[in-house]
């Protein structure tokens, strides 16, 4: 099915009605032999959804019903609301004044009539496609050891992820906010599977800046004056922004090739994005906080007392005191521009947990630390999302103290009170609050890049993996992708000459921009994904900026040794149309053994990364000295973090003799000055492959710290 095609038209505001009907604890029905249609036809509760089946089209170009798509093959969750649910629906939209009377005949027009069906049909069907089978209960997503809401990994027709929300009541699952009925649930049919609803599953449709203009209204939204601040300083536009309506249409009239054949070197094929949305996360100081802060009731709260509050908290010192709210010199600007990101992070996504040391896909426990680093819209700036064991949850900017020894676990020793960094805490998801562009997290302590934050993070290897660095992959759910299927395995990132989908990133027309998941393959990789760039590869990349200016050393995350990997010449600097070339090509066909590999064979070759084929010893002293001889040529052995392989690993990259790091240059660089890196290939063969999986900034003060030599986690 084309969910592309299912995106009809903006539908008017909506909101979910509570899931307050009493469970209906009548027998649970299976039957193994009805289709999902037969099933439904059969029993009178679900009358009026079988009804609307008939008369929702599967797209805006077909008039094939979604009564018919259901009665064929297939594999389809049906989250179905009774007759007593869309009555309680139709109750719920005369409250809010989109028509007159609970009933079908009170619709002003058609289109919003139309709108209305689509709302219920589409929101309640999940197309697992072919490779996939339907939600029964026992399959649904856990929720993790710090978060009860998970989102479906398959969208619904309407292209919208569902969240799994679990509660203290046994047996009490709902999905957004509306509880799958208790006894009728997992109806087994031919092409998929029954959950009975008692609430009709509506998330909004509508976008952030419209969702924080009703916090103005509504002083009990706990989001008043973060609302108005983000009014002032001009960002309802931005926030906003939906979809990208051109390449939208580029894809559906086949303007975009729709995927990528590659049959150089390795037969697979690579499936480009349906679509280009836009996402943003908000991390937002509730109005509790600023009633508090302040000592006024928040009806009274203006602008110049969060303004008057700021100042005397110190907060960015150098930015100006006046009223232009909407200038990047502004110091509210600079404030409220910190706590959002140009993307979408669900709760269970804010950090990515895969293959850290000791981390178990089954039980979904944070082990060793794992953190994420994003650049904040406005001015530039680094925003640290961390969580390990012992953090108790998410945290914002939160640097503890590590067992990061050679011998130690890398779990947290203890954190001092200045950098404990603030608690993230669980986004309401229910009703109007569900929208489709973006979520708002609560947080309880003033959130800005102060002094000490940007000291801390000069003081720590920066560490993310690349696709971290476009809001794209998160926006469209390409990054760390769950589903398996070759499509959403398997991306191709259009060139520019196609379309600039990747905003940070300038792609050449000779360019295969290709990108794996890497899911249940057991890659040697950071989150186990990669980047596998074909071709004749020239791909310009903006780099995220450091936290203070200073000497700085940015590597490289090389899996060496790849019978297809070509070499590239790499060039940095800030003026993108004049990058300088820095040092040697980068050939990663070169092995942690000292052999360079060939479609021909093994071909000896002396670099000095040799030493990467040697394990570590139970003298840390003769190790040391193998990491000093190494860096001595540019390299360093791989981080003792991520598992050299699938989740569960016992073996960490470091133990590898193909992860390593190649140390690209030394630099002074600015956190005020935009950089760029430009890979080149510098072999005139085109079934060559490029790879990337992380990369790191490291600080002088850390990697030639004569106290405290960097850590190898």
Not at 239 to 261: C, G
Not at 298 to 307: A, Q, R, S, W
Not at 515 to 524: M, V
Not at 644 to 654: D, K, N, T
Request: glycine fraction near 6%; charge should be negative; charged fraction near 25%.
């Amino acid at each position: 099915m084309k969910k592309g095609l299912l995106y009809a038209f903006s539908i008017v505001a909506l909101v979910a009605t509570g899931c307050t009907e009493q469970i209906d604890t009548s027998s649970r029905y299976v039957f193994t032999e009805e289709t999902i249609t037969s099933y439904l036809a059969k029993h009178d509760q679900y009358s009026e959804y079988f009804r609307l089946l008939d008369e929702v089209s599967v797209s805006t170009i077909s008039e094939t019903t979604v009564r018919q798509l259901l009665s064929a093959r297939g594999h389809y969750t049906i989250f179905a609301p009774t007759n007593d649910a869309i009555q309680e629906y139709l109750d719920s939209l005369v409250k809010q004044g989109l028509i007159s009377e609970a009933n079908w005949d009170a619709f002003p027009s058609e289109r919003k009539l139309d709108s209305i069906r689509q709302v219920i049909v589409y929101n309640s069907i999940i197309d697992s496609g072919d490779d996939y089978s339907p939600y029964e209960i026992t399959s649904l997503p856990q929720s993790t050891a710090t978060s009860n809401s998970v989102e479906i990994p398959l969208p619904n027709m309407f292209d919208r992820k569902l969240t799994v929300q679990y509660t203290d009541i046994p047996d009490s699952i709902l999905i957004n906010d509306c509880v799958i009925d208790e006894k009728n649930r997992d109806i087994l049919c031919i092409n998929g599977v029954i959950h009975s609803m008692h609430s009709v599953i509506s998330p909004s449709n509508n976008t952030m800046d419209w969702l924080l203009k009703q916090y103005i209204l509504d002083e009990n939204s706990n989001f008043v004056v973060a609302a108005k601040m983000v009014q002032a300083c001009g960002l309802f536009e931005e926030l906003s922004k939906n979809r990208d309506d051109a390449y939208e249409e580029l894809f559906q009239s086949n303007k975009i090739p729709k995927k990528n054949e590659e049959t150089k070197g390795e037969t697979a094929t690579f499936h480009t994005p349906e679509h280009r949305y836009y996402g943003f996360t908000f991390f937002a100081e509730t109005d509790e906080f600023w009633t508090q802060a302040i000592g006024k009731e928040i009806k009274d709260i203006t602008l110049e007392d969060v303004m008057e509050y700021l100042d005397g908290e110190g907060v960015y010192p150098e930015a100006k005191r006046d009223n232009n709210y909407k200038s990047e010199d502004n110091l509210l600007y600079q404030f409220i521009t910190y706590h959002l990101l140009p993307e979408r992070l669900s709760p269970d996504k804010l950090v990515f947990h895969y293959n850290e040391r000791s981390y178990s896909l089954s039980k979904k426990a944070p082990t060793v630390p794992v953190m994420e680093f994003y650049t904040t819209m406005g001015k530039r700036r680094l925003l640290k999302i961390f969580e390990s064991a012992e953090s108790n949850g998410v945290c914002l900017n939160r640097f503890p103290n590590l067992d990061n020894e050679r011998r130690g676990s890398y779990h947290e020793l203890s954190c001092d009170l200045d950098k404990e960094g603030i608690k993230v805490g669980q986004p309401n998801l229910e009703g109007v609050n569900n929208i489709r562009n973006g979520i708002i997290y609560p947080i309880d302590k003033l959130l800005w890049y102060s002094d000490n934050t940007r000291d801390n993070l000069q003081k720590q290897r920066i560490r993310w993996s690349v696709p971290s660095m476009w809001p794209e992959f998160m926006n469209n759910d390409i990054r760390g992708n769950e589903i398996t299927d070759e499509k959403h395995k398997n991306v191709y990132i259009p060139h520019e000459d196609e379309y600039k989908y990747l905003e940070d990133v300038d792609i050449s027309k000779d360019t295969r921009f290709n990108y794996w998941t890497g899911r249940g393959n057991g890659w040697q990789n950071m989150q186990g994904d990669e980047l596998s760039i074909r071709g004749l590869t020239d791909c310009t990349m903006r780099l995220p900026p450091v936290p203070r200016r200073g000497t700085y050393e940015l590597r490289y995350a090389i899996q060496c040794g790849g019978v297809m990997r070509g070499m590239v010449q790499f060039y940095w600097g800030s003026n993108k149309e004049k990058l300088a070339a820095m040092g040697i090509p980068l050939d990663l066909r070169q092995a942690g053994d000292n052999t360079l590999h060939t479609p021909n064979g093994n071909v000896t070759s002396v670099i000095g990364a040799g030493d990467a084929a040697y394990p570590d010893t139970n003298d840390d002293d003769y190790n040391a000295e193998v990491d000093k001889r190494m860096r001595n040529f540019g390299f360093m052995k791989g981080c003792n973090q991520y598992c050299a392989g699938a989740p569960g690993a016992s073996s960490m990259m470091r133990a590898s003799n193909i992860c390593l790091r190649r140390i690209l240059f030394r630099a002074t660089m600015d956190p005020d000055e935009t950089y760029y890196i430009r890979f080149k290939t510098v072999m005139d063969d085109d079934t060559r492959f490029f790879y990337m999986d992380y990369l790191e900034y490291c600080a002088k003060e850390v990697y030639d710290n004569p106290e405290k030599p960097e850590d190898i986690w």
